[in-house]
């Protein structure tokens, strides 16, 4: 199973509880350099928030969570022998935490940015001639979601391998069949079988992607805030891939894959 976590950083200030008191040192050091209050703030926000999620599925203190650093600077939990992979993401005021016991994962959220010219530049980057094609050919409407859902996805795949945006790359496409609505996938065919994706938006006019490293598993999305509830929405790349079933318990949604 993967949990999705959506950490809305507006609802609370870092002078609640102890949130400060949980960061290592060097994170510590890091909120420090932070110039703009504003940044600090969501910084320290966002390192507790984590540490307290990430310590109820170690079953120890968030302050005693101790993180390493991959390659190319992916984190990593040290002080566990139980094995747990996560991935962080953060856009403005919302962050994205994944977490599975199974599998790599890999997460990217962005809010939309609708300005056409921001847009033309991803699909330049991204997409084929055929894939420009549709998108030109899409409502304008239409195209923000079209360019980041491919954005996004490309992110979240270089983030679960831990190449993260140092080997920056298009290592996605989409797929068009007659008849379906496109879908992404991998151009790696060694890998295109192992991993796959999941769009969803946390809030209103934002695009996030989950890539993980497995053939079939529930994805539950865990709000940290309960008045985010009711703006959430996860939506599939095909339409075979229907969300089942959704409870609210507690004040937290779920919805379950």
Known sequence: ?????????????????????LLSYEEKTRADRFLRPLKKERFVLTRATVRSILSEY???????????YGKHGKPEIKN???????????????????????????VDIEVMDKSLDRIDRIVDYLCSPEERDYYLALPIT?????????????????????SGVQRFASEVFY???????????????????????????PVPNSVATLALEADKDRIDLCF???????????FPLTKEEA????????GICYEEI
């Open 1 to 21: 199973m993967t949990d999705i976590w959506i950490i809305d950083l507006n609802g609370f200030s870092s002078g609640e509880s102890d949130f400060p008191s």
């Open 243 to 250: 969300v089942e079933k959704r409870t609210i318990r507690s």
């Open 175 to 201: 797929k068009f069949d007659s008849d379906r609505e496109p879908c992404i996938r991998l151009k790696n065919n060694g890998l295109s079988s192992t991993w796959r994706f999941r769009h969803f938006t």
């Open 58 to 68: 170690l079953g120890i203190f968030a302050k005693e969570i101790v993180f390493g």
């Open 142 to 162: 239409e195209r923000p979601l079209f360019a980041y859902s491919l954005w996004t996805a490309n992110e979240a795949f270089l983030k679960g391998i831990g």
């Open 80 to 106: 566990t022998r139980r094995s747990l992979y996560f991935n962080l993401s953060h856009s403005r005021n919302i962050a994205v935490l994944a977490i599975s016991g199974t599998h790599r994962v890999g």
């Open 224 to 234: 940290f805030r309960p008045q985010l509830s009711t703006s959430a929405e996860l």
